[in-house]
């Protein structure tokens, strides 16, 4: 576990999600859904089943190239930030990355400061080499956080979402921790 300082001076904790965080991750997902169109489904749209989302947390938990971190004030979440990686050979040097941050805790930097203790966890964990994400071409904060922080556009995948009758373009973006 550790500790951010946001741009308020508001100190929150992180720590790794476990087995029994399951039921407040899928309450928080389905709460935060409701709050963007930058995620990739809406308020009370996060259907999972707890107990297999209890043994998904757990896994994650022991994979050496993924990981989940909870960022809580008062043991309540308030933001997930996570990189998840593929155990097969041939793709386990990438993970996937991703943010939530629940809106009334925008634009304190928390994004940033996730993001960098993601980016480096992944550089000490001697398996992931690039980190991908995907985001909504309209969101452009977050794209150019993404940017000042190294990632780059590696392609669009046109009309991929539908989000309030209208179709959206998702960017693919990547960062590359270590070359070949």
Known sequence: MFELILKNGEVVKVRQAMREDARSII?????????????????NEFKRDEVEYQIFLENTFNEKNSIILLVTINDQIISI?????????????V????IVIKKEYWGLSLGKLLMNSLINWAKQNDLTRKIQLVTNEDNHKAIQLYKNLGFEIEGVMKEDTFINGKYCNTLMMGLFLRKS
């Open 27 to 43: 309450d928080f997902y389905n709460i935060v859904g409701g709050e963007t169109n930058f995620l990739s489904f809406g308020g």
């Open 95 to 98: 993970g996937t990355l991703g």
């Open 81 to 93: 930030g996570s990189i998840n990686s593929s155990q097969k050979e041939r793709t386990k040097h």
